[in-house]
């Protein structure tokens, strides 16, 4: 077993895990925050997507023990229900969300990008959800929702 | 997965003396998928992210570039100094994987990582594993290799190796507590001399640093890669690319191939053409023909070739242009 610390949505951790548990499972299983996803487990779906020290990452992809010490932000660290971030609103307002599997990954690969580059265009939009698998919306949606949130509105698509 | 310890590296030396039933691990992103798929059982797992000497990336004006072996595929592409000298890196790593996978994947665990021919990474007993059948010659051979193959047909996977051969890069090893440096050239084999690895790293040699050195004045360099979907996807064939022309003939200048065969391929033959040859359209059409002309292709995967002169002759007439 491994004594991990994380801090998780602001909140601090000490775990003793397998040094094979995974960074997903640790989230899902072990603490209960099922927001974050399980698509493909290799990497290629983007569902898993987590924060670590503000970075995208899949967390399928990364051991538990790999993340020691690192701040680490998932879907239920970014709003709620009551209290929806600014992203999540404009998912909602543009549609953008239809099954929601793809949801909490999409979320937080945008606010990844937004913490970078506070006004991206559509390309650098599109770069930034390139690994995060949408079967639903096509797309188009995500991208009008994130031109919405950093003001630019539908004029630029 | 099968159970293992997990321990961070505390130097290079330990981590280099580590026995034959442990692996080294930089970001995981290959390494993982290796182990939950059951091609690797280590015992131990030693993480290298630990040596932190190993993330710098520094540029020195006259030398050029140094890139520690563990900085992330995104800490690469993010340098200034790489942004502003090495664009053509930028370039590279930005069609790497995924955005996730970039942030997280090491610059030396993309030249060091495994092939991904299908029946390699699924449940097949095939030549690299150890046993005495390569399924992709009677099979399913649409992504493997059209040179260079033979008894076993991958192409390797990494985009940055293609482009660190264009830039003539080399790599610094720690090996038997010394380092060394080695042309990346002579870093892959094919596997006529080993079909069961794809680099000279023997077991606990450890790749510390990637040395690029400064793009010749007048030169211009380029990547280009081909792929299936828009998004992400590995290199059906790749092309990295310096030239340095003077108007109307080409002075010199070094073609490299990815997606082709089990290693980056430099055609010999292709680059010897190259200095003195007229910049003409018609010139640089022929010139992009006479590429692969020692290609033997598979059942599946003649297309390659043609794929691979079309994205050349592009790559001539642009990188020709004042
Ligand atoms: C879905 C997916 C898509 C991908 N698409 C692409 C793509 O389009 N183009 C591309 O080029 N790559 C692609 N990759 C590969 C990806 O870039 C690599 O997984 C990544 O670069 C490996 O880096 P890492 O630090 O995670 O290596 P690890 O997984 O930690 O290591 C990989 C291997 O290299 C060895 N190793 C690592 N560092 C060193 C070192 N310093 N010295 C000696 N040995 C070392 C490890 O022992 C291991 O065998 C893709 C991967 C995935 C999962
Ligand atoms: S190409 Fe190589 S890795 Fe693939 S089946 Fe043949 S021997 Fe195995
Ligand atoms: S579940 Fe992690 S990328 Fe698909
Ligand atoms: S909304 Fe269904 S996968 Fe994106």
Redesign the interface.
């Known amino acids: 077993m491994?004594k991990i610390h994380l801090q998780i949505n602001g909140r601090n951790y000490h775990l003793e895990v397998?040094?094979?548990e995974?960074l997903v499972d640790t989230l899902r299983e072990r603490l209960g925050l099922t927001g974050t996803k399980k698509g493909c487990?290799?990497?290629e779906c983007?569902a898993c997507?987590v924060l670590?020290d503000d970075?995208?990452?899949?967390s399928c992809?990364?051991?538990t023990?790999?993340a020691e010490g690192k701040k680490i932000t998932t879907i239920e660290g970014v709003g709620d229900y009551n209290n929806l971030h600014p992203v999540q609103q404009a998912f909602l307002n543009h549609d953008a969300v239809h099954c929601g599997f793809c949801t909490p990954g999409m979320v937080l690969?945008v606010i990844?990008l937004l913490k970078r580059n506070p006004r991206p265009n559509e390309k650098e939009i599109r770069?930034?959800i390139?690994?995060?698998l949408c079967r639903c919306t096509g797309y188009k949606q995500i991208v009008e929702a994130v031109l919405d949130v950093i003001g630019q509105g539908e004029k630029n698509i | 997965m099968k159970n293992f310890k997990y321990i961070p590296a505390e130097s290079l030396e330990k981590a280099s003396q580590k026995k034959d039933d442990s692996v080294l691990m930089a970001g995981g992103t290959d390494l993982l998928g290796m182990i939950k798929d059951d091609l690797l059982t280590p015992e131990t797992v030693i993480n290298l992210k630990s040596l932190k000497e190993l993330k710098n990336i520094r540029y020195n004006a006259g030398k050029g570039l140094e890139i520690g072996a563990l900085a992330t595929i995104t800490e690469l592409a993010e340098n200034s100094d790489v942004q502003k000298r090495f664009p053509v890196l930028v370039q590279t790593c930005k069609e790497i994987a995924s955005p996730q996978l970039r942030n997280v994947g090491t610059v030396g665990g993309n030249l060091c990582q495994r092939p991904r021919c299908w029946y390699y990474r699924g449940e097949f007993n095939c030549l690299r594993k150890g046993g005495d059948t390569c399924f992709a010659v009677d099979g399913e051979n649409k992504f493997h290799c059209v040179v260079g193959g033979g008894p076993c047909y991958i192409v390797h996977p990494s985009d940055l190796a293609v482009s660190l051969l264009a830039l003539d890069a080399s790599l610094e090893i720690f090996s038997n507590g010394k380092l060394k440096t080695v042309p990346i050239d002579d870093f892959f084999i094919l596997p006529e001399q080993n079909e069961t690895k794809e680099n000279i790293l023997e077991p606990g040699e450890i790749v510390t640093k990637i040395i690029v050195p400064e793009i010749p004045a007048g030169s211009k360099c380029a990547f280009i890669k081909f792929k299936e979907r828009a998004s992400w996807d590995f290199a059906v064939v790749s092309l990295g690319i310096l030239l340095n022309t003077n108007g109307s003939t080409i002075k010199n200048g070094r073609i490299v191939f990815g997606g082709v065969a089990p290693r980056p391929w430099i055609d010999t033959a292709l680059n010897t053409k190259l200095t003195g040859a007229a910049t003409d359209e018609k010139n640089l059409k022929s010139l992009a023909d006479s590429a692969l002309l020692e290609a033997e292709p598979m059942s599946k995967n003649d297309y390659k070739i043609i794929l691979v002169r079309n994205l050349l002759k592009q790559a001539l007439i642009d990188l020709s242009k004042n």
């Open positions: 491994e397998p040094a094979t995974l487990e290799i990497g983007g997507t670590i970075k995208a990452v899949n992809l990364i051991l023990a790999q690969s990844g770069e930034a390139a690994g995060n």
